[in-house]
């Protein structure tokens, strides 16, 4: 099951490429480039058919190709770049509830192997207006429906799955970093130098977990499908002591904080879920709740190191905060 | 008047230039060479270190290499214009500047692409740009057109250097073996036919047309690089015909600094003479006025109608750029508008010394356009390392910046080894209309 709107504007967009394509058909590389166009084929069906069980208690029929045999089991690049079929991953992050805890920032780092200062969510302390109090805001990779990102690679090497989600495959990434400037949100980052925890080969590397990383690619969140596949929630869904991030499948209409599972429609009609930045066009599959009725003070996000609140020194309210003393 | 007598004396006029080095262009060449191979020891520290050892880092991830590759490409776009033009329009007094026109063309597309090449981390993954081509993305659309554009302008030059080869081939004695040899192959028997001059001379003009075309495409697909994206400052309309404006106004003033550097070493002033420089001081006056009115306009509406993030911008401009912006988008362009506008402010000095200050204000342009909107974002830079912030270039992308304006000019005094400055196929040209007296210039122009 597919979202109608995004398969719509896939396939205009498509259409429209070919027909650039073929009034351009001179060009040296034309034929790699309708190969490459192609590539995005669909899952190949097996003629077998296998009886599940949906989560609505409907019994329905599947390929059997559909069927993910071996959750924990390798995610080559290639296989990476199909998605799990069906699903359409979304999260909701619950302004409310955050206090720069960090968890989320720590436990992503240990997972995917990143260094004190390398984040994929970073949590910023943004404020809409001179009224308004500020808040805390995490922000993970938006997985946005019309990624730049993706359209600006040169190579292919970041990519949108069927199941929403961005990932890049740092075996294909030449560093031109263009994706890094068309991301709008600033998410991704760059490893700049050779480190030595990338010589780890543990484990054969997958976009899907971003691990090894490599010199001179880029890297960004992940939305963590690896965890996924074996049934469990994001790092940062399942550390965080407040809940307030929710992750889940929009196709089934429901995310869960790991504490409460919710329908996704009810959670952003109720409490007035947005997307940062509606404007520009790039459709996130990241919603927001806003921040209010509070559960923490604000100062509470104050708790970390030294070196974190340094992060901050450019915010009017903590300027304002260290004037008065209070951090 | 007898052509083949003519045709021995220019080369016997040219050839102390192509043979034989003064003691000055040795040390020229000497230094130049030294400033490549510092370049060189920073290429190899890049490469073993990684772009760590540059300034660029998550937030600025694009710093001069990039610059230098707008500004390397924009002097070969506007060197294939106004070749173009000039050959097009077969306009009168082209010939003592067309060639200098013509290698700056080439050479600057030769060295531009080199920098951008620089700016990507995995130059062992180069050839995936075509493995993996994705038609979509704007910088397939560069590769196809700046390698379209080398072809042609490589081609073009070339068929304008043909007459010259095959003079220089018959007429001139006492060459070494393998120069002879060299210019018997490079002139491909060109025989100075009529049906062979016909022929040429029909290929050139055509040529001429399609490179002002391929420099105008392959200038527009660069700017668009920055206007298709979404950042504040970059997601501009204008941004493609600015570029070209901005092209034309840096490419004439390199062209200005070039002439006047040839006419002083060379001793060539009765070929170039002050009308060239009033002349092109004149063409530096529209485009640095049509430039600044782009400008203007480009931070105008933004200042205007002050959206937050275009207001960050301006901010972020005007208070820790204040003075490069003072210096890129004021002094840039009022003093050369300022000194060329004046008759009598107007001599071969000053057109120089307004073109200096029109090509450095043009590369700090360049800047105030690359890297301030990369620090202010849509979201605000915070929780990242306080070192990571604010972008400042480190002596390797220096060094690599210097070598690369090194490899341009010593490109260029190869080149002008190879075949004299002044095309004499063109010198001759003119003597035979009868319209031009033997210094190549026509009596109205007379200064």
């Known amino acids: ?327 | 008047m007898d052509v083949t007598i003519r045709k021995k004396e220019l080369v016997k006029e040219f050839s102390p230039m192509l043979l034989k080095p003064s003691k000055w262009s040795k040390i020229w060449m000497a230094i130049l060479v030294a400033f490549i191979l510092y370049g060189l020891v920073a290429l190899v520290v890049q490469l073993t270190k990684g772009q760590v050892v540059t300034g660029m880092r998550d937030n600025v991830v694009w710093g001069i290499y990039t610059i230098n590759f707008i500004f390397f490409l924009c002097l070969s776009y506007s060197g294939a214009f106004a070749s173009g033009v000039l050959h097009f329009f077969n306009t009168p007094w082209k010939n003592a500047v067309s060639r200098i026109v013509e290698i700056i063309t080439v050479v600057s597309l030769i060295v531009g692409p080199i920098f951008i090449i620089l700016c990507m981390a995995r130059l062992d993954r180069l050839h995936y740009l075509f493995i993996y081509p994705r038609i979509q993305s704007p910088i397939t659309w560069d590769v196809i057109a700046i390698t379209t554009d080398l072809i042609g302008c490589l081609l073009y030059l070339y068929l304008t250097f043909i007459p010259d080869f095959a003079i220089l081939r018959d007429n001139s004695e006492g060459l070494p073996k393998w120069r002879k040899k060299l210019y018997t192959s490079l002139a491909i028997g060109y025989q100075d036919t009529p049906t062979q001059r016909r022929r040429l001379h029909k290929i050139t003009k055509i040529m001429s047309a399609m490179v002002i075309a391929l420099a105008i495409v392959t200038y527009s697909v660069l700017a668009w690089i920055f206007s298709l994206t979404l950042q504040p400052g970059w997601n501009s309309t204008i941004f493609a015909p600015y570029f070209i404006v901005a092209g034309l106004y840096s490419g004439i003033g390199v062209v200005i600094i070039a002439m006047y550097l040839i006419r002083k070493y060379f001793k060539l002033d009765h070929y170039i003479r002050k009308a060239h420089f009033l002349s092109a001081g004149v063409i530096l006056l529209i485009t640095a006025l049509l430039y600044g009115y782009f400008t203007f306009s480009e931070y105008f509406a933004r200042w205007f109608s002050h959206k937050t993030h275009d207001a960050n911008l301006l901010e972020t401009l005007f208070n820790d750029y204040f003075w490069m912006f003072i210096l890129a988008n004021y002094i840039g362009i009022l003093v050369p508008i300022a000194i060329v506008f004046f008759k009598k402010l107007r001599t071969i000095k000053t057109i120089t010394f307004a073109a200096v200050i029109a090509v450095v204000g043009l590369w700090f342009n360049r800047y105030l356009i690359v890297v301030p909107t990369q620090e202010t974002p849509y979201l605000p830079i915070q929780d990242t390392r306080p070192e990571f912030v604010h972008y400042s270039a480190t002596w390797v992308e220096w060094a690599l910046s210097f070598a690369g304006v090194a490899a341009f000019v010593l490109f260029f005094m190869l080149l002008m080894r190879l075949v004299p400055i002044i095309p004499m196929s063109g010198i001759i040209d003119y003597e035979k209309k009868g319209k031009v007296r033997r210094d190549g210039l026509t009596q109205q122009q007379q200064p």
């Open chain 1, 1 to 327: 099951m597919k979202d109608d709107k995004t398969t719509q504007n896939g396939t205009n967009r498509r259409k429209f490429l070919k027909m650039g394509l073929l009034s351009g058909a001179t060009t040296v590389a034309g034929a790699s480039l309708l190969a490459n166009l192609t590539s995005e084929e669909e899952l190949k069906a097996s003629g077998e058919k296998i009886r599940v069980l949906t989560p609505d208690g409907k019994m329905v029929e599947v390929d059997a190709e559909s069927i993910n045999n071996y959750p924990e089991a390798h995610i080559t690049p290639e296989e990476s770049r199909k998605g799990i079929p069906g699903r359409k991953f979304v999260m909701v992050i619950d302004l409310s509830k955050c206090k720069n805890a960090r968890t989320c920032v720590e436990s992503c780092q240990k997972a995917h192997h990143l260094d004190y200062n390398e984040e994929y969510m970073k949590i910023l302390l943004l404020q809409d207006h001179e009224e308004a109090d500020p808040y805390w805001f995490p922000k993970p990779c938006y997985h946005c429906d019309e990624p730049p990102c993706v359209t600006v690679c040169p190579t292919g090497a970041t990519f949108k799955r069927d199941d929403g989600i961005v990932l890049i495959d740092n075996e294909r990434c030449i560093g031109c970093k263009f994706c890094v400037t068309s991301c709008p949100y600033s998410v991704r980052q760059f490893h700049w130098s050779h480190k030595p925890k990338f010589d780890n080969t543990d484990l054969p590397y997958s976009p899907e977990t971003s691990v090894p990383g490599e010199v001179g690619t880029v890297m960004k969140c992940d939305f963590c499908p690896d965890m996924i596949r074996q049934g469990k929630l994001p790092h940062c869904v399942s550390s965080c002591p407040m809940g307030v991030i929710y992750f889940g499948d929009k196709n089934e209409d429901m995310v869960t904080n790991g504490e409460e599972t919710v329908r996704f429609s009810e959670l952003i009609n109720d409490r007035g879920g947005y997307r940062y930045l509606e404007h520009l066009g790039t459709k996130p599959n990241v919603y927001y709740l806003p921040p209010v009725d509070r559960q923490f003070p604000l100062e509470r996000g104050f708790d970390v190191d030294e070196e974190i609140i340094e992060r901050y020194k450019d915010v009017p309210y903590v300027q304002d905060m260290k004037e008065k003393g209070k951090i």
